[in-house]
């Protein structure tokens, strides 16, 4: 009956809302407990349905009464108890700041002692759903002891209570680097790290999403997860076919990656980064995003773990993201990338620069669809690649169309060449590039007007005189004012 | 005195030869005097310039040798120094080319050591390579296995529905839809239902709470065959007079399987079975008392004898009024034995 009147309340939506609580408040000190575990179930899934119905469960006062005799209930009640708090807390931070007033937390660590597996997975579901708000929460959770208890729930044989325990425990330490050691002190990270081998899908995306927000907030819990030997079998879960497993995969190497460049050193040497690029190159949209973000931070590191990313033919999956992806931060990310790729010296920049990657990229800079951050990202990748980059015959398309804050470098990288280099000269004129920069208009005394300078200082003065512009009507001049020698 | 004559007039004559010669003098004592002062100048002249000339030799010598000593020990000392000079720059270029060659070799070793760097992104490219193949090798497993799943999971439900449809199969007479006269060779789906099994119809379930506990007896793995078949009681629309138990009672009573001990399980080929019969054949051939008379039964039926005995001892306070009843499941028992 009480059922109905839920379902009833959660179909028609407009009608009165608190009177329904009201009238199920009185039938949870029913004495038959089967009454008790209806309305329970019916408070849930009013709860569940949306953010008024939980405010009006938790203003009728309903969850001390729910759960004060939760321990001496059968397992059915503290199921559906469980579901009431968690569809309570959440929608959120607040509701959930209500249900841990009620003192719903210990309730909820007694829950998670109970044999059932139905129960735990309940209970912590809840304790996920609570910590997932922000870092209070997590540690109201955490000091009421619920991180050993979710330890020994991953070790039990059902599937769907180890995901829960996973993403409970992934929730938790998400928040801060004192949480995730609590996590790491109760020993989650050798049973986590022997998960990551299951065959179930859904359970290695908890497994790898726990992992990594452990490990993104310190070096020493970078370095403790490190230690749990999960390199190489983590390169398995790059090859699933579960799309989240690779992302979460690849999230999990690129917080390992992006503390210090001895981390990124041994990801390179366990052969990450191949793993990491054929990921790349077989996914499309969002789920390349870490991949593409580790490949940067490896290469940002030194310019050894550049050169090794090179060498793995990381260059030509981001370059494909580049032109493909139609996300602006995808696209950002990968500029990025390929920027601290190209940045350590000549020999890198050549590299990107002979993958073809320099004119995308001022596509994608002069593009006025590309939103504001893009735009500075590929310019900075841009202006570092430039700085370095003395191959000339991948500058000389830049010459043609770039803006005037890119000429500037692209000008300053070929007046450092040419002085030097006789045959870069004689291309340089054949290509038409020293037109090109005789009609470059330049303000005197600025650094462009210093490059030009030099460029010109390279040639005799015909030459220069030559590709001036304007040249042929100085000539044309010059014919109407001979005067011929009769 | 001649001498002295002589002489007198010689005096007049002397005295005007020495006053001429007096006066001659003095007339020339001036003049001689000048020349004498004269020539005695320029003698002491000479004489001084001379000396003068003799005192410069004397001090140009000095000078000279002077010099020349100091010159000489000076050009010693610029000897020296230049000649260490040039030892030193010589050490100075063999130090540059000893610091040259240490430096290149220490930067090529231990700070940017570019063989080596080579060498590591070599072996980089060939342990990517090495990852790359393992993982397309795990990547193809797993697909094969999916494969796999999904090619026997069709086949399990292939064979499901040839164990459903059972009933096309043909027969002598009338050939099966799947077996038409015209074919060559009868379809695959004939020759799967040839192989398959029949399935039979789904168990009634029984709802009742006395067949469930029937079934869920403890000790009772199978309940005894005919049990199956009992269909449920009718609900008795009138309590029967009288001072009958309750069926439900009577049937968990009457329907209690047996719970033989573990010798009354064992079989009678089984080893200690068969141990037990050689010493039973021991006594027979050599009993220890031969007072006792020997019973007719043989030794093999003397286990029997001994377990029925004991069966009817169990039974005998439960069966006190159904002794009849109580034989029947004891015959059944020793029928199956």
Same mark, same amino acid.
């Given at each position: ?14 009608? @009165? ?22 309305? %329970? ?11 008024? *119905? ?34 309570? %807390? ?23 002692? =109970? ?20 870092? #209070? ?77 452990? $490990? ?6 970078? #370095?403790? @997860? ?10 398995t879960?790059?090859k =699933? ?69 090179? @060498? ?40 990107? %620069? ?6 995308? /990229?001022? &596509? ?83 650094? /462009? ?21 304007? !040249?042929?009507?100085?000539?044309? #001049?010059? @014919? ?7 | ?24 003098? &003095? ?41 020349? !000593? ?9 000897? #020296? ?44 490219? /060939?342990?990517?390579?090495?990852v790359r193949s393992e993982l397309q090798e795990y990547a193809e497993m797993k697909e094969n296995?999916?494969?796999?799943? =999904? ?7 292939? +064979? ?11 027969? $002598? ?38 067949? &469930?506990?029937? !079934? ?22 009138? +309590? ?10 009577? /049937? ?15 079989? *009678? ?31 093999? =039926? ?36």
């Amino acid at each position: 009956m009480s059922l109905r009147l839920a379902y009833s309340a959660v179909s028609g939506r407009g009608c @009165v809302k608190i009177s329904v609580v009201c009238l199920l408040r009185p039938l949870l000190l029913d004495v038959i407990p089967s009454v008790r575990q209806t309305v %329970a179930l019916a408070l849930g899934r009013l709860a569940d349905h949306d953010v008024e *119905m939980a405010e009006a469960v938790v203003k009728a006062g309903i969850l001390p009464q729910l759960i004060c005799l939760l321990p001496e209930e059968n397992r059915y009640y503290k199921k559906t108890a469980a579901f009431v708090l968690r569809a309570i %807390a959440k929608h959120s931070p607040q509701l959930a700041q209500a249900v841990v007033q009620c003192g719903a937390l210990e309730m909820l660590v007694v829950c998670l002692e =109970d044999f059932d597996p139905g129960v735990k997975e309940g209970a912590s579901w809840t304790f996920g759903y609570i910590a997932r708000h922000n870092a #209070e929460l997590s540690q109201a959770v955490v000091d009421a002891g619920a991180v050993p208890l979710l330890v020994l729930c991953i070790q039990e044989p059902e599937i769907a209570l180890k995901r829960i325990a996973a993403s409970t425990l992934s929730d938790i330490s998400k928040h801060s680097p004192e949480l995730a050691q609590t996590v790491v002190d109760a020993g989650a990270i050798a049973h986590l790290a022997q998960m990551i081998t299951n065959p179930d899908a859904k359970l290695k995306r908890q497994v790898l999403s726990a992992l990594s927000q452990i $490990a993104k907030h310190s070096v020493d819990l970078a #370095e403790l @997860v490190v230690e749990a030997e999960i390199f190489p079998v983590v390169l398995t879960c790059l090859k =699933d076919s579960d799309e989240y497993v690779k992302k979460n995969g690849a999230t999990l190497i690129r917080e390992i990656a992006k503390h210090t460049p001895e981390l990124s050193q041994f990801i390179v040497n366990s052969g990450g980064v191949a793993a990491l690029i054929d990921c790349i190159g077989s996914c499309r949209g969002t789920v390349r995003l870490p991949g593409i973000m580790t490949l940067g931070y490896v290469a940002a590191h030194s310019e050894n773990l550049s050169m090794a990313v090179i @060498v793995s033919k990381g260059i030509s999956p981001l370059s494909a993201c580049l032109i493909e992806e139609h996300e602006d931060h995808i696209k950002a990310a990968a500029a990025w990338a390929l920027g601290q790729i190209g940045r350590h010296t000549a020999e890198h920049a050549r590299h990107v %620069a002979t993958a073809n990657v320099l004119p995308t /990229l001022l &596509d994608i800079f002069v593009d006025t669809r590309s939103s504001e951050d893009l735009k500075m990202k590929t310019k900075k990748a841009l202006k570092n690649i430039l700085q370095k980059c003395t191959y000339l015959p991948a500058l000389e398309p830049l010459l043609h169309d770039a803006p005037p804050n890119i000429m500037k470098h692209v000008i300053g990288q070929f007046s450092k060449v040419l002085p030097h280099d006789s045959k870069a000269r004689r291309l340089f004129v054949t290509t038409g590039g020293l037109k090109k920069v005789q009609e470059i208009k330049a303000e005197p005394g600025s650094l /462009l007007q210093e490059y030009i300078n030099t460029i010109n200082n390279c040639y005799p003065e015909e030459i220069v005189r030559y590709y001036s512009p304007g !040249y042929s009507e100085i000539l044309l #001049e010059r @014919v109407e004012n001979y005067q011929p020698v009769l | 005195m001649a001498a002295l004559a002589r002489l007198q007039e010689k005096l007049q004559r002397l005295q005007e030869e020495y006053f001429l010669t007096y006066r001659a003098i &003095d007339e020339e004592r001036k003049t001689k005097y000048k020349a004498a002062v004269r020539i005695q100048r320029w003698f002491r002249a000479c004489r001084v310039r001379a000396y003068l000339r003799h005192l410069s030799k004397m001090a140009i010598l000095i000078q000279k040798w002077w010099r020349g !000593y100091l010159r000489r020990k000076y050009f010693r000392e610029i000897v #020296e120094r230049a000649y260490f000079i040039k030892k030193l720059e010589f050490y100075n270029e063999m130090a540059v080319r000893i610091q040259k060659m240490w430096r290149g070799y220490y930067v090529r070793k231990y700070i940017h050591n570019f063989s080596a760097l080579k060498r590591y992104l070599e072996a980089v490219s /060939l342990n990517n390579e090495f990852v790359r193949s393992e993982l397309q090798e795990y990547a193809e497993m797993k697909e094969n296995e999916e494969k796999m799943k =999904d090619l026997e999971k069709k086949e399990e439900e292939e +064979k499901y529905q040839a164990r459903k449809m059972h009933y096309l199969l043909s027969t $002598a007479q009338i050939p099966g839809i799947y077996n038409s006269p015209l074919r060559k060779s009868p379809d695959p789906m004939e020759l799967l239902l040839r192989k398959s099994k029949p399935l039979t119809h789904r168990k009634q379930k029984m709802g009742s709470s006395l067949a &469930d506990e029937l !079934y869920c007896w403890p000790t009772c793995e199978k309940p005894p065959a005919f049990v199956t078949t009992l269909p449920l009681l009718p609900a008795p629309r009138q +309590k029967p007079q009288g001072p009958f138990r309750d069926p439900g009672e009577v /049937l968990r009573q009457r329907y209690k399987p047996l719970e033989p001990t573990l010798r009354v399980r064992e079989s *009678m080929n089984s080893p200690p079975a068969k141990a037990r019969e050689a010493t039973g054949r021991e006594e027979w051939r050599s009993p220890i008392h031969d007072n006792k008379e020997v019973t007719v039964l043989c030794p093999i =039926d003397f286990c029997h004898f001994l377990h029925i005995t004991k069966m009817l001892r169990n039974m005998s306070h439960q069966f006190v009024t159904q002794a009849n009843m109580a034989e029947k499941p004891m015959e059944q028992n020793i029928s199956e034995k």
